[in-house]
């Protein structure tokens, strides 16, 4: 199960693995003949989903936040080959 602790911890990869493993439990349990519950499935997939909402609105409000202060757009922390 996913809750707002666990999402926390979980990288953007693994939030969009998630989002799809998710997405599919739920396709495939509506599909069967008798429709089980798919509730805490779907309550799961919102956890996820709002974190990754979350973490999409502070990137922005990040990258804002540095071009008002005119430090430009907001650059990747991830090191380059010429470095």
């Not at 979350?54 to 804002?64: D, G, P, T, V, Y």
């Amino acid at each position: 199960m996913y809750n707002t602790d666990s999402t926390l911890y979980m990288s953007e990869g693994e939030l969009m693995d998630a989002i799809s493993r998710l997405r599919g439990m739920i396709k495939r349990i509506r599909e069967r003949a008798n429709g089980g519950n798919t509730e805490d499935l779907e309550w799961d997939l919102c956890y996820v989903q709002r974190e990754l909402d979350l973490r999409a609105s502070r990137m922005a409000a990040h990258a804002r936040y540095l071009e008002s202060r005119g430090l430009g757009p907001a650059r990747e922390a991830t090191p380059t080959a010429a470095n």
